[in-house]
C-alpha cells in the first residue's frame, strides 16, 4: 500500500510547517507529515521550509540569525490568510513533543553541519527524546551521512531531482532505505531500478489526483502531497 505524506502538513489549506497544518494532514488520514528543519541562533532545530523568515513569516532576515525567543514573537499564519493570525513558527521539540503519538514524520534536513553546527545530533536526540517514528531526509549528501554515523539504524532518505539509477550509489554509501524523487523525472523503469537495488521510492510533491494514481500504479512506495485529503480521498476508488 502507498504511504501518503503531508508536505509541510497539509500545505494546501492552511500556513506550511506550522502545528495547525499538521494536525489539518493528521485529521486527513495521513500516513505521515513531511516537515523542514532549520536551526535558530541559541540552536534551536525549528520547522519552516526557508533559509530566511521574509515569506511566510512576519521576520525578515535569516532563521539563523535569530534566537527561539526572537521567532516566538513572529507570526507564521498571517501571511497564508489573516485566519490564522497568531499562529507561530513550531520547534521540532514542540511538534514531536504535540503530535508524536499521532503520526510518523519525515524529517527534511534542509542544511547539515556546515551551516548549523549539530543540527544532525540534536535532531536524532529530539526522535530518540519522544520514541517517534521518524525518517530523515535531506538533498545533502553530507548531512545524511553524518547522521548515519550518529545512528546506524534510523530510517534516511535521499532527495534528489533526476532519474533514479544517478542516485543508487549514492544511496547505498548511506545506507539509505529510501529516494525520495522529484516526480516528474520518474517513470517506471526509476521504480524499478530503485527496488531491484533494494530501495524503496517517493515521489512528491504530487497534488493532481491522476498522477497520484499513474504514480501508484507505477508502483511508488510513497506520495508526497501539499493536499492530503484530496489524494487520500481519490485514491480510495483506485
Ligand atoms: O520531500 C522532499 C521535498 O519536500 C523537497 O522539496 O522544497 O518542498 O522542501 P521542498
Ligand atoms: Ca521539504
Redesign the pocket.
Known amino acids: 500500500m502507498v504511504l501518503i ?1 503531508g ?2 502538513g497539509a500545505r494546501c489549506c492552511a500556513p506550511e510547517n506550522t502545528i495547525p497544518s499538521f494536525k489539518m494532514a493528521i485529521e486527513a488520514g495521513v500516513d505521515g507529515i ?1 516537515l ?1 528543519v532549520h536551526m535558530t541562533k541559541d540552536g534551536e532545530p525549528v520547522v519552516i ?1 526557508d533559509d530566511t523568515l521574509d515569506r511566510t513569516t512576519t521576520g525578515s532576515g535569516y532563521v539563523k540569525d535569530h534566537t527561539t525567543n526572537e521567532l516566538r514573537n513572529l507570526d507564521a499564519g498571517v501571511k497564508f490568510d489573516a485566519k490564522w493570525r497568531g499562529v507561530r513558527i513550531p520547534t521540532l521539540d514542540e511538534v514531536l513533543k504535540e503530535l508524536g503519538n499521532k503520526t510518523s514524520f ?1 524529517i ?1 534536513l ?1 542544511h547539515g553541519s556546515d551551516v548549523y553546527p549539530g543540527i544532525e545530533e540534536k535532531v536524532l536526540n529530539l526522535v530518540r527524546k519522544y520514541n517517534v517514528r521518524a525518517k530523515i ?1 535531506s ?1 545533502d549528501f553530507d548531512a545524511l551521512e553524518r547522521v548515519r554515523q550518529l545512528d546506524d539504524s534510523v530510517e534516511l ?1 535521499l ?1 534528489f531531482v533526476g532519474k533514479a539509477r544517478w542516485f543508487i550509489d549514492a544511496a547505498r554509501k548511506l545506507k539509505a532505505q529510501w529516494l ?1 524523487a ?1 516526480y516528474t523525472l520518474i517513470n517506471e523503469s526509476d521504480v524499478n531500478i530503485a527496488h531491484e537495488s533494494g530501495l524503496k521510492i ?1 515521489a ?2 504530487v497534488n493532481d489526483v491522476n498522477i497520484a494514481v499513474k504514480l501508484t500504479r507505477m508502483g511508488v512506495d510513497e506520495v ?1 502531497t501539499d493536499n492530503p485529503s484530496l489524494i487520500i480521498g481519490s485514491l480510495k476508488y483506485h
Request: glycine letters at 10%; aromatic letters at 10%; a negative charge.
Open positions: 505524506i508536505h509541510r513531511e523542514d521550509h519525515v527534511e534542509k531526509v538533498f532518505g532527495i525520495q522529484e517517493g512528491w510533491t508526497t
